[in-house]
């Protein structure tokens, strides 16, 4: 007999008649979920009521990023700028939505953007696009590797006619071979468009993959061999890119350092040099900056990007200089530029409600025209608000701010 009553369906996972995944067979999405809460509050004594309390439809949801779903979680949300940017693809002026739970975090970003936008706006390219998938092969020793990376060179033509029949938006740029030994790795690199591109590039490069196993000697291992190299630190990243490479900058006039930020030029520059540059060398790090993971984790929350990808949204170098101008005094040079930021504005979570809203917020919602510019524009906002992010918190550091802020703001 079956149930669509959600403690009884509670019961029967309880009893092991049915299995805690399989709700969605035997009820509407919204009841399963219920089930689902149900089960956990009695197991774990947790109350759920918040939980149970979000707005988009679990349907939707579950078809596209959950699996066993019992709600929600909340992150606030909050707005920082306008920001006028002169982008290759952004152009005007843009709010930056941003979900944190760092208190002072909005309030540092809207602090730099609202400098930025003293002096007109920021400037930002995306100077490199491309999502990457890096299968491993197996060949029995160099000389197959040899053969293998011959014959991917002398046949991109083919890989690319294999690859973008299963996508309508995708285009194959790059097929790049790296050997290890008895390994061989194939760095594919695609024009995702305004897509992340991840679920794209990962079933252009299988079917690819098939005719590379049918005209070499190598067999295929795994689909991601992690030269690609996705949720992970690594140098290729901040070296090759990945996703969009995208750089903004301003020219800061002095007085207006020291209106707005409470510091100088030199101090931003040398603390700038001694903490980012030189105490990041001496760590070990592959961020160059202060706080890029704070701008792009809050941008990724808010406009449904893939979180783990923060990682690589993160690889970024910040640049401040003390530029002599012609009055005698300085004005301040800053730029940050992000290797690897993994960014769409349509597919993945884009689609759910909120994550939608913030896209609007931007302007930026579904796909562009040209195909690709929405996701090349968001990619310069973020930009920006990395930027903003680090005059801000070099500027409370220079000028001894920093305990001060998180004491009012953030606790
Ligand atoms: C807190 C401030 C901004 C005060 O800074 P202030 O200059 O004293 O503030 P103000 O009252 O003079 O206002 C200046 C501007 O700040 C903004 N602002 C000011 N207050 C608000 C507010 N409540 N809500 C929204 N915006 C606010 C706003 O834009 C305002 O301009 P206006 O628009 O009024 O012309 C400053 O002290 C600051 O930015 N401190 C740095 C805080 C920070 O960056 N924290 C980042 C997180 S730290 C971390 O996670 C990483 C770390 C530190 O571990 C990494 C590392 O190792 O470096
Ligand atoms: N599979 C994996 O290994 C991994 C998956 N992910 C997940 O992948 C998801 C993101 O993958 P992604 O491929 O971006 O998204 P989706 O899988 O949601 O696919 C988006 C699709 O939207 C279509 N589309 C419509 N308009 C456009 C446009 N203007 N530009 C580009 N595409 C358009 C494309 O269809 P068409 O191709 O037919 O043209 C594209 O494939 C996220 O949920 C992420 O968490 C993350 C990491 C790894």
Redesign the pocket.
């Known amino acids: 007999m079956t149930t669509t009553d959600p403690a009884e369906l509670a019961d029967r996972v309880a009893d092991g008649d049915l299995r805690i995944h399989e709700l969605e067979e035997e009820a509407d999405h919204e009841t399963a979920a219920e089930a689902r809460r149900l089960l956990v509050e009695r197991e774990t004594d947790a109350d759920l009521e918040a939980v149970a309390d979000y707005t988009f439809s679990a349907e939707q949801a579950n078809n596209?990023?959950i699996e066993n779903m019992i709600g929600a979680t909340q992150v606030p949300m909050g707005v920082a700028g306008p920001v006028p940017v002169d982008g290759g693809a952004a152009e005007g002026d843009y709010y930056l939505p941003l979900a944190t739970t760092e208190g002072a975090l909005v309030a540092s970003i809207n602090r730099g953007l609202s400098t930025i936008r003293s002096v007109g706006g920021a400037t930002a390219r995306v100077t490199k696009n491309g999502?990457t998938?890096a299968p491993v092969f197996r060949v029995d020793g160099v000389a197959a590797a040899s053969e293998t990376i011959e014959w991917v060179a002398d046949n991109v033509d083919r890989l690319r006619e294999a690859a973008e029949s299963?996508?309508?938006?995708?285009e194959l740029i790059d097929v790049e071979p790296y050997v290890v030994g008895d390994s061989v790795y194939l760095r594919f690199a695609y024009d995702?468009?305004?897509?992340?591109?991840?679920?794209?590039?990962?079933?252009?490069t299988g079917e690819a993959c098939e005719l590379v196993e049918a005209e070499t000697p190598a067999s295929l291992v795994a689909?991601?061999g992690n030269l690609c190299s996705?949720?992970k630190p690594a140098a290729i990243n901040a070296v090759e890119g990945r996703g969009r490479s995208v750089t903004a900058d301003v020219l800061i006039p002095g007085d207006v350092v020291e209106d707005r930020l409470h510091t100088t030029p030199e101090a931003i520059a040398e603390a700038n040099t001694r903490k980012n540059l030189t105490g990041s060398a001496k760590a070990g790090s592959l961020g160059f900056n202060a706080h890029a993971a704070n701008v792009v984790a809050a941008a990724f929350l808010a406009t449904g990007q893939?979180e783990?990808?923060v990682v690589e949204g993160a690889n970024a170098i910040t640049t401040m200089d003390a530029r002599p101008n012609e009055d005698g005094t300085s004005d301040l040079y800053a730029s940050v530029s992000l290797a690897s930021l993994e960014v769409?504005?349509?597919?993945?979570?884009t689609?759910l409600p909120t994550q939608a809203e913030a896209l609007e917020i931007l302007g930026l919602r579904?796909?562009?025209d040209p195909?690709?510019s929405?996701?090349d524009a968001l990619a310069e906002v973020i930009a920006v608000g990395a930027l903003a992010g680090e005059l801000s918190l070099l500027a409370a550091l220079s000028s001894r701010h920093l305990a001060s802020a998180h004491e009012d703001l953030g606790r």
């Open positions: 596209t990023a999502m998938r299963t996508t309508s938006h995708g995702t468009k305004d897509a992340m591109g991840m679920n794209m590039a990962t079933i252009a689909l991601s996705d949720k893939d783990a990808q769409g504005t349509v597919g993945g979570g689609k579904g796909g562009g195909a690709g929405n996701a």
